[in-house]
Structures are given as C-alpha cells and as structure tokens.
C-alpha cells in the first residue's frame, strides 16, 4: 500500500508534470509511483519526496531535467505496463481454461454497471429538487462508472484496431530498442 506522503508527493508532480498520469494505472501503480518519484529525487537531488517537488516547481531547469529524465524511463515504464497487461490477461485466460470463472473481474464489472444505472436513475427520478452541484457530482461518479465499464470492454476484448496497431507499433519499436 502506497503511503499517504508519497501519494501527494506524486498528486503535485502530476500538477506540474501532466504527462505521468497515463502511467498511474494497474497493478504495478506503486512500482511506477516509486520509479517517478526516484527520478524526481535523483535529479534534484534531495533525500525525500516533497522538497524533489518543491525544488522541480521552483527551478525551471530542474523541471526541463526532470521532464527529460522521464521520457528517458518512459520506455521502462511503458514496459512495465505493457507486460502488467499481457499478466492480467495470462491469468485470465488460465482461470477460464481451468473451467472455473472469474468471480473478481464479474463482480467489479456488475458493481460498475450497477452504479452507472443508480447513478443515471436519481439524475432522471430528482433531477427537478436536485441542487445544480449535486447532479454535477452524480454526473461525474456516472462518468466514472462508465468508464470502468469501458476499460473492462477493452481488456475483455480488446481496443479498437487504431489503438491496437499503435500498441503493435509501439512494441515493435520497444523490442528493437531491447
């Protein structure tokens, strides 16, 4: 479990660094968070997390170092989540050819669906005697929920063929760099 100082430590270099954010998934979440971090200590070179980020917000040459120290990792990283898919996907597979179901993976998809549903039924059902921020908020936990439905679509049957060709381009290119 990622500790509360780390996790904010990598909520500010998100604010000041966009581009992490399409790493902070999967299960390997916390190996990437501790790789980030890593990089934004060594090039600040500081011995804890919160003066790396205040040093990459205050100096702007530290923050080009620590952008270029990123898209060099970003390979590794890319690497780690690539392979934490194909594992996810490994076990799946075992699972069903062991004639057993994945229980896990059908109660978060019925608890998503679910969700969306409730959350689409008090919009329709109060929308006249709910406040304005209120269904904002309903709308955005709807929005959640939709997505989670999206990405189980998307592992269970995979993304669409653009996507697809970019991830084979993707690793193609990365197995030429290995």
């Known amino acids: 479990m990622i500790s509360t100082p780390l996790l904010q430590a990598v909520l500010s270099l998100v604010q ?3 581009r992490i954010t399409r790493w902070l998934s999967g299960s390997s979440f916390e190996i990437v968070i501790q790789r980030i971090l ?4 060594d ?3 500081s011995h804890n997390e919160a003066d790396a980020v205040e040093k990459l917000k205050k100096d702007k040459q530290m923050f080009f170092l620590f952008q270029r120290a990123l ?5 590794e990283i890319e690497l780690s989540l690539i392979r934490d898919k194909e594992n996810a996907r490994t076990r799946d597979i075992a699972i069903i050819n062991s004639g057993r179901r994945n229980k896990r993976a059908d109660v978060m998809v019925i608890a998503a669906a679910i969700g969306l549903v409730i959350c689409l039924a008090v919009i329709v059902v109060y929308h006249q005697s709910l406040p304005g921020e209120a269904i904002g908020i309903i709308s955005t936990v709807a929005g959640i929920f939709g997505s989670c439905l999206k990405d189980a679509y998307n592992f269970e049957f995979g993304s669409s063929r653009g996507s697809k060709e970019k991830d084979q ?3 193609s290119i990365l197995n030429k760099m290995s």
Do not use: F, G, H, L
Request: aromatic residues 0%; neutral net charge; charged residues 20%.
């Open 16 to 18: 000041i660094s966009p």
């Open 38 to 41: 890593d990089i934004a200590k």
């Open 43 to 45: 090039v600040t070179q």
């Open 71 to 75: 898209i060099n990792s970003e390979r």
């Open 169 to 171: 381009t993707v690793a």
